[in-house]
């Protein structure tokens, strides 16, 4: 998680589309947000955050493959402790555990 979360910023994240859009609703939360094609809209106070992605080939580590989407944040009129609120909730839950 970070302590800082710039106005825009890119990730490069190890899921399908349709595993990203699926997290969406408990990423989100009580958030009013829309989907339009690779690209979600979420009500952040009186500001907006837009997330769009697009795939990115797939890593490959020995026999393991493993999907990518390059998602790019976006966020207008939302100044940092409001990113900082949005964004915490939001990584805490795509946190995936591991053995």
């Known amino acids: 998680m970070q302590t800082d979360y710039p106005a ?9 589309e349709a595993e990203w859009v ?6 989100i939360g009580a958030h009013a947000w ?5 690209q979600i809209t979420v009500q952040v106070g009186s500001g907006l955050l837009r997330m769009r992605w697009s ?6 580590i020995a026999l393991l493959r493993m999907p990518r989407l390059l998602v790019r944040f976006e966020f207008e009129g939302v ?11 939001f990584d805490l839950s795509l946190q995936r555990g591991g053995g």
């Open 8 to 16: 825009q910023f890119e990730r490069d994240m190890g899921c399908t």
């Open 55 to 60: 795939p990115m080939p797939e890593r490959r």
């Open 34 to 38: 829309q989907q339009q094609a690779a």
């Open 22 to 27: 699926a997290w969406m609703p408990r990423a």
């Open 79 to 89: 100044d940092a402790a409001g990113r900082q609120a949005f964004m915490r909730p």
